[in-house]
């Protein structure tokens, strides 16, 4: 059964700073692992999907990375902003399932 | 407008009662999916449908009905309300093709007294 983990379940952090957001999954027979965003009393607003023959992709100020032999993906957000506040959540597509697996996502304050 | 519209956003309503969450979406997407988020659980499945007329269960689907008649719309029935399914429920959608980016709606409060 695929578990999906995320740490540090919180992360505060000064306006400006670069940083990593960190997700495991046990199973690497993945279809694909995508990014989320989910504003407080929101729904999630997805951010990046890699494909399991990707290693990366990058939309903006946010790289993210897939490393399935390690079974791990850092989503690396530049030059933080305090809208970037929010929770980041990773889900992974299990292959030969429809469903999505998600972790239980990172608190991220950004300070300004 | 398009995406994923969610109706109620917010129900309160009683132990033992029916209760449906409507789901819509404008993508003709055929996938459409079914969450519960809850404290310490996170998202977890609880339907999810690959096409009108073909629905399957996820991790939670106990208590739980759901219907496809149509592409567009996937409602949720609470047949008998209980205080274990107060939570946030969110609809997604996304099409056919395992790569392809799942979308969410605003997500549905429900309160169970």
């Known amino acids: 059964k695929q578990e999906v983990t995320q740490i540090p379940a919180a992360l505060s952090v000064p306006e400006g700073e670069n940083l990593v957001l960190n997700c495991s999954f046990t199973?690497?027979?993945?279809?694909?692992l995508q990014w989320f965003r989910q504003d407080p009393g929101k729904g999630l607003t997805s951010l990046l999907l890699?494909?399991?023959?990707?290693r990366e992709q990058t939309s903006g100020r946010l790289n993210a990375s897939l490393d399935k032999s390690s079974g791990r993906s850092t989503l690396y957000i530049a030059a933080s902003q305090p809208g970037d506040s929010a929770t980041y959540l990773c889900?992974?597509?299990?292959?030969?399932?429809?469903?999505?697996?998600f972790g239980k996502g990172t608190k991220l304050t950004v300070n300004p | 407008d398009a995406g994923i519209t969610q109706s109620p956003r917010y129900k309160i309503t009683e132990t033992g009662r029916q209760v449906t969450l409507m789901c819509h979406q404008t993508?003709?997407?055929?996938?459409m999916f079914w969450y519960r988020q809850d404290l310490g659980h996170g998202l977890r499945l609880i339907y999810y449908?690959?096409?009108?007329?073909?629905?399957d269960k996820g991790e939670v689907p106990d208590g739980y009905v759901v219907s496809r008649s149509k592409t567009e719309n996937f409602p949720l029935t609470l047949e008998s309300a209980t205080r274990s399914q107060t939570s946030v429920y969110f609809c997604?959608?996304?099409?056919?093709?395992?790569?392809?980016?799942?979308?969410f709606g605003p997500g549905t409060r429900l309160t169970v007294l």
């Open positions: 997604a959608s996304r099409t056919s093709g395992k790569y392809n980016e799942q979308f």
């Open positions: 889900a992974a597509t299990q292959g030969g399932s429809e469903k999505l697996v």
């Open positions: 993508w003709s997407h055929s996938y």
């Open positions: 449908s690959a096409a009108a007329d073909i629905t």
């Open positions: 199973d690497s027979a993945i279809y694909n």
């Open positions: 890699i494909q399991s023959s990707q």
